[in-house]
């Protein structure tokens, strides 16, 4: 059984950062896609950012490129997601989520993860 918690959110002000974590246990790390989704009060599931680590692929929102970078430290069995440049609008539930056997263009659709995460809060504001 796949466990996922994230850690690291809290409350940043405009501008600033924050590094998401997401501790992996269980599953065969090795073959593993993960992704961060977020949700903001009163709006969907979005996905974020997203990798496929065997074939390199990444993926990113339009919303979070040059800014958000997603990364594993596969000997700790964590994911990361670099979060800079923070805006109030990135105020959200962010989850970490992994599945297998994805394709690339599937990175982006949640219904292709597995396992999710609690999700961590992120709130930007002055």
């Known amino acids: 059984q796949v466990q996922l918690q994230e850690s690291g959110g809290g409350l940043v002000q405009p501008g600033g950062s924050l590094r998401l974590s997401c501790a992996v246990s269980?599953?065969?790390?090795?073959?593993?896609?993960n992704a961060w989704f977020r949700q903001a009060p009163g709006k969907e599931r979005e996905f974020v950012a997203g990798?496929?680590?065997?074939?390199?692929?990444?993926r990113y929102a339009d919303s979070g490129k040059g800014r958000f970078t997603i990364s594993r430290d596969s000997a700790k069995n964590l994911v990361y997601l670099q979060m800079n440049s923070l805006k109030a609008e990135d105020t959200a539930i962010y989850y970490c989520?992994?599945?297998?056997?994805?394709?690339?263009?599937?990175?982006?659709?949640?219904?292709?993860?597995?396992?999710w995460g609690q999700g961590t809060q992120v709130t930007v504001s002055s």
């Open positions: 989520a992994t599945g297998y056997n994805l394709r690339a263009p599937e990175l982006g659709d949640a219904g292709r993860y597995n396992y």
């Open positions: 269980g599953g065969p790390f090795g073959t593993v896609s």
């Open positions: 990798a496929r680590w065997a074939g390199g692929n990444i």
